[in-house]
């Protein structure tokens, strides 16, 4: 007897949607991405696509009317609820686009709940165009099969970032100037948790010092090599996955 | 009484040269590396340098003649011996441009010892540019310190990668079917180690059992989210790093 074929197929389109997801709802699909399930993926009316809203989970839906503009999707089942994100924040400068759209996209894509824009001293991009982080996010979290979106913050100043710090967050931060190996700092420290990395040129040596007097802060180690940005950004974000996440 | 500047000063150029170090050599310096000394660092007579061959170590370097196209250094002294670099290969499938050659700059960063192009049923890219990964590598390791480049090994064949694997060398492979969580596996098995991480769309059922087979193999997991390759691929090395490299 041969084995029932896996339904949906991993072939199965997965898009994000803003529209709330229920039993039996009709979800009208336009522009960028009517073109990719119509043009690329070349939909039939029956074709099964995955949808997720960030709110209700993950659910199947069937293609009802197909055309090269626009779409209609009807809902079948829910085949997910929304999932518990691991309760880490991702504080990190903005850095130049590319590198910062990547860090977005690792962000989503590695598990965290939020990212926060931080302004220090020697950050250069002021206004990090926060659509299109929000765009790179959305579109990891269809790959990688997240149905809850990270959160994205408005840009914040260093120093306002630590003025309000809730005090039970443990604050992972990157000090170039040296720390605990973070894998030992993170175990040591379970719970909610955000990771805090600065721009290219590293923090000044007074944010250092505004950052260490913060109670919650921790600084931490990623080894002899300096690593860029971004590289900290995903590195450190690993480890604490494996250390205390849900890795 | 004011504190004695650092010499040299953070803001010191640092190049990979093919040249041996060693006291007093002369060193020509053309092509891109002159423009980029020259035109874009505006270097002067008696600036300084840093330089590495992956040979001998960090060497202080002074310009000693400067023009557009080519310029002299002199060098001053050895910095740094050549340093050990963790015992960690980093197996992977070529992925497209772009994301390789990531790849590749994340590797370098991260403390990789050798990069081994493996070519595996689902990879789409056969002839990865050597050249080029290798050009990524050696900026990277500019970047972040390191005075060891990393190797790059000739592509090879999954089964023939597997055929004769050092059975000392631990084969930590991101088994998409589950597996022991990194970390764990990890600090389970310190000493000489590889992270084998398929192309886009994962190592066929067939390719698993092969790997399983390979007595040194470890099948990990990299937590409930879909990874990217290139995800996975800097993600379990940070996560070796801080369990069993040098963090």
Not at 54 to 61: C, F, H, M, Q, R
Not at 110 to 139: C, K, S
Not at 154 to 176: G, M, Q, S, Y
Request: net charge negative; charged share 25%; proline share 8%.
């Amino acid at each position: 007897m041969a084995a029932t074929p896996a339904w949906p197929p991993d072939s199965t389109p997965r898009l994000f949607v803003e529209t709330p997801l229920s039993d039996a709802a009709a979800v009208a699909i336009d522009g960028g991405q009517a073109h990719y399930l119509a043009g690329v993926m070349r939909l039939k009316v029956g074709d099964p696509v995955l949808l997720f809203d960030d709110k209700t989970g993950e659910w199947l839906a069937e293609a009802s009317e197909v055309r090269k503009r626009d779409l209609t999707l009807t809902v079948a089942h829910r085949m997910r609820e929304r999932e518990a994100v691991p309760d880490l924040w991702l504080c990190a400068a903005p850095i130049k686009k590319g590198r910062i759209d990547w860090v977005a996209e690792k962000a989503c894509e590695l598990g965290v709940d939020r990212l926060v824009p931080v302004l220090t001293q020697r950050t250069i991009v002021d206004r990090p165009n926060l659509d299109r982080l929000r765009a790179h996010m959305i579109e990891a979290a269809e790959q990688c099969g997240r149905t809850a979106l990270p959160s994205l913050a408005e840009p914040v100043k260093l120093a306002a970032l630590l003025a309000d710090w809730p005090a039970e967050r443990a604050l992972f931060f990157a000090d170039e100037s040296g720390g605990v190996p973070a894998a030992e700092a993170m175990r040591a420290r379970p719970g909610p948790a955000a990771i805090l990395v600065g721009p290219e040129g590293g923090f000044t040596p007074a944010e250092r010092e505004v950052i260490r007097a913060c109670p919650a802060a921790v600084g931490i180690t990623l080894g002899p090599r300096i690593l860029r940005a971004e590289t900290a950004a995903a590195a450190a974000t690993a480890v604490w996955m494996a250390a205390a996440g849900d890795w």
